[in-house]
């Protein structure tokens, strides 16, 4: 496998839900802006859960980026997840969408809450540039909620990633990135770094942010990732920005975006016994 570098950028756009949201076209053109100022390689998007969101997007960021998606018959994306491959890049995808729902979530009766009712659950598609493959795979977890945090949801849901992520092909550097709602300083956070290497660790203790405002022990949440899957196979470095918001509208959403440049390779050993 020759040397990959990769932009990866992940982001939950904070959907729809009024109050907390008065903008939404506005906002949703300030992050066709900002991902035509960061240029990425591959974008993973959640909370995006209207057709017309996705053609507002597609239509600003056309046609560098090419919009990856498993819609419902409604023309929304299923699990309000999206995907954007940048096509000026090189990058293109060579194989079908794959969403995967997950088996354990909220009651669908807690329509306030939206989670049982928003399908939530896996997307994940195989990009290929030349002779570099990778498997891309997003997804956003059930929410925490004042009386309740969902702990046995997120943790059947943390297993469910896994099972996917290791049922895949595990010969292909794996990206798993998305809003997992799980802080690091959970004790569900092992299964985070269960998948392999977490890529926002070290800007994560380097500062005393997070990528919510909400706040755990002082300390506001970090409940969203980038990990490279099977990374005992691989040579991986990451430089990890933080793409920051002062609330759900100003500029953009009620998550920071997490813009990941990511080196991949093969270890020494390897590339020399591939060599022979």
């Known amino acids: 496998m020759p040397e990959i570098r990769l932009k990866v950028l ?47 997007l597609s239509q600003a960021l056309h046609p560098d980026w090419v919009p ?19 096509a000026s890049e090189g990058w293109h995808q060579c194989s079908p969408a794959q969403f995967q729902t997950f ?17 939530k659950g896996i997307l994940a598609v195989e990009l290929e540039h030349g002779e570099q493959r990778i498997l891309a795979i997003n997804t956003h977890l059930q929410s925490q909620y004042p009386r309740s945090n969902y702990a046995e949801v997120r943790e059947a849901q ?26 690091s300083r959970e004790s569900l956070y092992s299964y985070v770094t269960a998948l ?8 994560r203790q380097l500062s005393n ?23 005992q196979a691989f040579t991986v470095s990451a430089k990890l920005e ?6 759900a509208d100003v500029p953009y959403s009620d998550h920071n975006g997490l813009f990941c440049t990511i ?13 022979n």
């Not at 035509?36 to 974008?43: G, N």
Request: net charge negative; hydrophobic share 40%; charged share 25%.
């Open 10 to 56: 992940s982001w939950n756009l904070h959907g729809l839900w009024w109050p907390l949201s008065k903008d939404l076209r506005g906002r949703t053109d300030r992050v066709s802006t900002k991902v035509r100022e960061l240029r990425p390689d591959v974008v993973l998007l959640q909370e995006v859960w209207l057709g017309s969101q996705v053609d507002r």
């Open 68 to 86: 990856i998606c498993v819609t419902r018959r409604s023309g929304s994306p299923t699990g309000g997840l999206l995907a954007f491959v940048g």
């Open 103 to 119: 088996a354990t979530s909220a009651p669908v009766w807690k329509i306030w809450e939206g989670d049982g009712l928003g399908r």
């Open 158 to 183: 943390l297993i469910e990633v896994r099972e996917f992520v290791f049922n895949s092909r595990l010969s292909l550097p794996a990206i798993v990135a998305g809003d997992f709602n799980t802080d």
């Open 196 to 203: 392999g290497t977490d890529l926002t660790e070290d800007a």
């Open 209 to 231: 942010s997070g990528t919510t405002a909400n706040l755990l022990e002082g300390r506001p949440e970090w409940i969203d990732y980038i990990v490279m899957a099977n990374s």
């Open 242 to 247: 933080l793409i920051e918001n002062q609330s």
């Open 263 to 275: 080196n991949l390779g093969l270890p020494e050993k390897q590339c020399g016994e591939r060599s």
